[in-house]
């Protein structure tokens, strides 16, 4: 005879796998992409419908932490409740939803692999965290922003960086097979809670999908809570667990082909984007022309007769700055900076787009010598004559003073 579960064990079962189905197929999983524009039609009228005052337009940006997000939340956990309750109703009759249990393993497990082995290549490959641009060399500590602060520490070690990311890799491997699940639910709760942890004390709006995996990990681990309690606190023995298949037992040879010929591709496909990806945007990837910081050495401001006039400290540029290829910014002599697309061409001209506009201004350059650049133009109306002149960051103690076994005395500057 079928084990009879109590009725709010089952509400409870039907509540979570609806919840927790609805939540991964909306956060970097199967079918998100597909979905997405779904959501961002029914979360909004949600939003208005329980009293939200303003329109929400900000949906996928970089941030998993949006208004949009806690309300995408709060429709699932509303629809996961009032499904639970109606469908327990309707299907009183049954004894049990193991079935349904083991589905719910699965979807968890599955989930929780691609995630963690998605952001342990990333960590693996330098991607996600990357040394200090230049820029961030001259900023100021009292001018970061918490998250700033914890991206410029794990960037700093490559060799931290890339041991937290074999961690999270380790975790979604184990999480792949049966057998070592709760190993890998156990990895993934020790990785993952120091990530919420981080993200929450440093401000970085992945606290939603964070905490969720968290508590997924720890969902996992309850299933066999009993015979972890009675292994490492009451410290007695244990039967070896009897794993059931999900599909009858004659199709599992066939399930297991399939499973593997998939995570095989899943892998290997991970693999290829990541290189790629790193040919683009990794430490390795092709430095722009003008990679580096530049310490503007002259600057001059010239009127409709070509002759020098004053220029005001929101007009004259005192460092340029690029990192990534497209892009750059120019700190002023009044200490604001400026972001801006930038590209030079083949014609050594200067194409420059500000973000608060579509109008592109042109400077052109030319190559004085190995560190230093003349460049010219108009740029927002006014004729500019300038030198830059790079600067090596390689000398700043950051960069130079590296890995020691031996120190006489705390290096703490």
């Known amino acids: 005879m079928e084990n009879k579960w109590p009725i709010l064990k089952k509400i409870g079962l039907l509540i979570l796998f609806i919840y927790f189905f609805l939540y991964t197929n909306a956060s970097q999983f ?24 303003t329109p929400i337009t900000i949906f996928a940006n970089g941030s998993g932490d949006t208004t949009y ?33 083991s589905w719910l393993t699965v979807l968890l497990r599955y989930y929780l692999a691609a995630q963690m082995i998605s952001y342990g290549l990333a960590k693996l490959y330098y991607m996600q965290f990357s040394y200090p641009s230049p820029a961030r060399f001259d900023q100021e500590l009292g001018d970061f922003s918490p998250m700033g602060l914890l991206w410029t520490f794990m960037g700093y070690s490559k060799g931290y960086t890339m041991f937290t990311g074999a961690l999270e890799f380790i975790g979604g491997i184990l999480l792949l097979t049966r057998r070592t699940t709760m190993l890998g639910a156990l990895t993934t709760f020790g990785v993952m809670l120091n990530v919420m942890m981080l993200n929450y004390c440093y401000d970085v709006p992945v606290k939603l999908l964070s905490t969720h995996m ?25 039967q070896p667990y009897i794993f059931q298949s999900i599909v009858p037992q004659k199709y ?25 990806m790193g040919k683009m945007y990794g430490p390795n990837a092709p430095k722009p022309l003008f990679y580096g910081k530049y310490a503007v050495e002259s600057f ?23 990192s990534w290829e497209g892009y750059a910014s120019v700190l002023k002599a009044d200490d604001k900076k400026v972001h801006f697309k930038f590209n030079p061409d083949s014609t050594q001209t200067l194409n420059i787009e500000m973000y608060n506009d579509s109008i592109v201004h042109q400077l052109k350059y030319e190559k004085l010598d190995s560190i230093r650049f003349h460049v010219f133009g108009t740029f927002q109306q006014d004729s500019l004559d300038m030198i830059f002149r790079k600067e090596d960051i ?6 130079k003073r590296g890995f020691h076994w031996i120190s006489e005395y705390p290096f703490n500057r």
Do not use: C
């Not at 997000?69 to 299907?91: E, H, M, R």
């Not at 401001?301 to 004053?310: G, P, T």
């Not at 390689?394 to 960069?399: E, G, H, I, N, P």
């Open 252 to 276: 599992e040879k066939v399930k297991n082909i399939i499973k593997w010929i998939l995570l095989i591709a899943y892998l290997g496909f991970s693999f290829y984007q990541m290189n790629q």
């Open 69 to 101: 997000n806690y309300y995408q939340v709060l429709f699932f956990g509303v629809v996961a409740i009032i499904l639970g309750i109606v469908i327990s109703l309707l299907d009183h009759k049954r004894n049990n939803y193991s079935k349904l249990l």
């Open 394 to 399: 390689s000398k700043r103690q950051l960069a």
């Open 300 to 322: 001059y401001n010239y009127d409709d007769s070509l002759q020098i006039k004053a220029a005001p400290d929101s007009i004259r540029w005192k460092a340029f700055y690029q």
């Open 30 to 53: 199967i079918l998100s992409d597909l979905i997405e524009p779904l959501w961002q039609k029914i979360v909004p009228w949600f939003a208005d419908l329980v009293g939200h005052t």
């Open 214 to 238: 968290v508590v997924m990990s720890l969902f996992l681990i309850a299933l066999d809570g009993k015979r972890i309690f009675r292994f490492f606190i009451s410290n007695q023995q244990v």
